[in-house]
């Protein structure tokens, strides 16, 4: 069974940072890729990154050259680090992956406000 559970949120300044995490059981994350998603309040879940088995990055337009994916095999987890942070991002981030259709974790809440 295919697990994601999504940490690192919080509340931090607008042009702040964060780093979200994507601990996965059940699938290896060097073999498939990693969707991150954006859920604002009272919007649907919005794709905004992918890193690929490969480790290829895709960044939608919103989050481009501010928002950064990695990861660590070891561990078998994903990263996004957000920077410069705006309101805009604020909402529930989750993690899932096309090799775990419609499964996600508990999601992660991060609140960008002065």
């Known amino acids: 069974q295919v697990q994601f559970v999504e940490t690192g949120g919080g509340l931090v300044l607008p042009g702040g940072s964060l780093k979200l995490s994507c601990a996965v059981t059940g699938l290896d994350v060097s073999a498939h890729a990693i969707n991150w998603y954006h859920q604002a309040p009272g919007n649907r879940r919005e794709l905004i990154a992918i890193m690929t ?39 529930v981030y989750y993690c899932g992956s096309p090799g775990a259709p419609g499964t996600f974790g508990q999601g992660t809440q991060v609140t960008v406000s002065s």
């Open 53 to 91: 088995g490969g480790g290829s990055k895709n960044y939608a337009n919103s989050v481009k050259g501010r928002f950064t994916l990695s990861r660590d095999a070891d561990k078998n987890t994903g990263y996004l680090q957000l920077d410069s942070l705006r309101p805009e991002d604020s909402g």
